[in-house]
């Protein structure tokens, strides 16, 4: 199968220079392997995303030199896919509705006999305690959780990486270490690795191209494909872009924002310096 990667911003704040980092390293990957490299706008969280942030994203990727078949998939179109995959996977038992709180979660984890809460991928793994509630029809509206325990059963999972290489888990390091996560969101009607992994199946994505930081999240992408009968890209996380007092750099770090170098007069060929891409530093 041809080479394709993509880039998945987000667009609920202007991006930085961590993302131009992404971008470029997809891009340049697809380059090599004369395959393509293709754009998906992550809009799934209404409450966040904006219509300026995405004219941004364009205008600033497109400064960078990038370039991109369209039109660009993007999540706020894609409901009737992840619902058929909620369908599905509700039909086979392996969600239930979940209506607790941050709050309700906190104080379920707290026991003082147990110690810290452990924390997944996703923060606090999930106490279980909306667990049993599987009955009916699919629930609208409210949120729906992944039931770990039996989507993992058995399970040996391997994820293969370009960088370090093949990292492999089993069906208990999802069960205790990545627990019930939730796959359908209150208002939401998904969740990020639900859409995650049906969107880059349905692009063809044959390469994830994207930072260390989602790296914990991809053994949930790996079973979910597996769940869903899904083919599992090769995943390259890369190393973060950190301000200078080693933090990694936020939405809200507007002092790093691609825009801001643009208008102090940098460019592109700047921006590729400063991320480290002429050093072959990926
Ligand atoms: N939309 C995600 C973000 O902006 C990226 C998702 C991904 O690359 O898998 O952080």
């Not at 904006?50 to 369209?70: F, H, N, V």
């Not at 991928?121 to 609208?140: E, L, N």
């Amino acid at each position: 199968m041809s080479f394709a990667t993509r880039f998945a911003p987000s667009p609920t704040g202007p991006l930085h220079l961590g993302h131009a980092f992404s971008a470029l390293l997809a891009h340049d990957m697809a380059g090599a392997a004369g395959g393509r490299f293709l754009l998906r706008i992550e809009d799934i969280d209404h409450s966040r995303a904006r219509p300026k942030w995405e004219t941004q994203i364009y205008d600033d990727l497109a400064w960078l030199g990038l370039s991109w078949p369209t039109p660009v998939m993007r999540q706020s179109d894609r409901q009737p896919a992840y619902d058929a995959a909620l369908d599905e996977l509700w039909a086979r038992g392996l969600l239930f509705p979940c209506t607790c709180t941050r709050a309700d979660i906190a104080a379920a984890t707290a026991a003082p006999q147990e110690g810290a809460p452990l924390l997944g991928p996703d923060g606090v793994i999930y106490p279980g305690t909306c667990r049993a509630r599987h009955t009916g029809p699919r629930p609208r509206d409210v949120a729906l959780r992944l039931n770990m325990g039996r989507a993992a059963r058995d399970g040996e999972f391997a994820e293969t990486g370009a960088v370090p290489g093949a990292v492999r888990f089993t069906a208990s390091d999802l069960i205790d270490g990545v627990g019930d996560v939730v796959l359908a969101r209150r208002g939401m009607g998904t969740s990020y690795h639900l859409a995650v992994v049906l969107d880059d199946a349905a692009q063809g994505i044959t390469h994830v191209v994207r930072g260390t930081d989602l790296a914990e999240a991809t053994r949930i992408h790996v079973l979910l494909q597996q769940l869903l009968g899904l083919p599992t890209p090769v995943y390259h996380h890369h190393r973060l872009i950190r301000d200078d007092a080693g933090r990694r750099l936020a939405k809200r770090d507007d002092a790093r924002a691609l825009s801001k170098y643009r208008a102090e007069g940098a460019t592109p060929a700047d921006i590729r310096r400063r991320v480290g891409l002429d050093d072959g530093l990926a």
